[in-house]
């Protein structure tokens, strides 16, 4: 199903995750693990991180350099077939704009369709000096480009304009927005605008980057309500495990983390009383969120999912 179904034919709370795949070379037994994990809690599908291919130069005995492409953590279709038909979970892969030209998306939606996945989260992706495109190909330089690629693809129109006949696909897009903006952007406005393009170019729905403060999500939704933004706006989650986060989340994701949940974090003992607080404070959020009819609460869980099955455990017992 696409998301946009799950949205509407709801019957219950919904809420949904994000796992990234093993780095390369290590064990899939530890996705295993952590699908297994969630799986009691009827989760109605998973996003799949990707990440763009990487340049290294490595100097050789002769002191020239070689250039070497690589991809630290490869295998997001595969996972996502995984999902699909062992786990029975709708899996939301992650496009790339970053490392990858118009032919190579293509060639990746193409996989897709065949594999039978419905969705897919059009993301710019990190803006990392690594130009691993050859010169003579185009690439999408943001995400309401991406967007656009997509939809035609679902409109049956591919790179090669001599396809005339080319079967239609037909992908539900997800696209990301940000409550307290893009770091990059100069103010929300200007942000909130940004959505309002991808909406235009075909998005279906959005979700957040994740966020501490509710009020936050709640005023970017209704100023993105008020300049015509009318697709779903899926709210983003993550939970606080330790005390260091405090400190890594706003330098990283250029976001604020409450003074409440900031100081309990502070005052915890040990991991387990640090991983209650988190626990906590999520439970609060979910909470919140839903009772001002937030259509679906998504949780950024990576790997770790004992955190989130402690709140899910939690949360079964309002819903």
């Not at 949205?7 to 699908?35: M, T, W, Y």
């Not at 990059?184 to 957040?208: C, H, M, W």
């Not at 005023?219 to 779903?232: L, M, N, Q, S, Y």
Request: charged fraction near 25%; hydrophobic fraction near 40%; charge should be neutral.
């Amino acid at each position: 199903m696409k998301v946009t179904e799950h949205l509407k034919q709801a019957k219950c709370k919904l809420i949904s995750v994000e796992i990234i795949p093993p780095k390369r070379g290590a064990n899939i037994a530890d996705f295993h693990r952590a699908v297994e994990s969630i799986q009691p809690f009827c989760i109605p599908f998973v996003n799949v991180t990707s990440h763009a291919a990487e340049v290294e130069w490595q100097e050789q005995r002769d002191g020239t350099y070689r250039r070497r492409v690589k991809r630290k953590s490869p295998g997001t279709f595969g996972l996502c077939a995984l999902l699909k038909y062992k786990y029975n979970i709708d899996p939301v892969p992650h496009l790339l704009c970053r490392g990858f030209s118009h032919e190579e998306t293509e060639d990746a939606l193409i996989e897709l369709n065949y594999l039978g996945i419905d969705n897919v989260l059009a993301i710019r992706g990190d803006n990392k000096p690594r130009p691993v495109v050859p010169s003579h190909r185009t690439v999408n330089q943001y995400a309401s480009e991406l967007t656009e690629q997509v939809v035609k693809m679902n409109q049956g129109v591919y790179q090669d304009p001599d396809l005339f006949d080319a079967a239609k696909t037909n992908f539900c897009v997800g696209v990301a927005c940000y409550p307290e903006k893009h770091f990059e952007s100069p103010n929300i406005a200007f942000d909130l605008d940004v959505l309002l393009r991808k909406q235009r170019a075909g998005a279906d729905y959005a979700v957040t980057q994740m966020f501490f403060n509710n009020e936050r999500f709640f005023e970017f939704e209704k100023r993105a309500r008020d300049i015509g933004v009318t697709i779903p706006i899926i709210p983003g989650l993550k939970i606080l495990t330790t005390k260091r986060q405090l400190t890594s989340i706003p330098s990283s994701f250029f976001i604020e983390i409450p003074e409440g949940p900031t100081s309990n974090m502070l005052a915890s003992t040990g991991r387990k009383s640090a991983r209650e607080v988190g626990v906590d404070w999520a439970f609060r959020q979910v909470m919140e969120l839903f009772e001002r009819g937030a259509p679906c609460v998504h949780f950024y869980v990576m790997q770790n999912t004992t955190p989130f099955v402690t709140l899910m455990e939690r949360l079964q017992k309002e819903f």
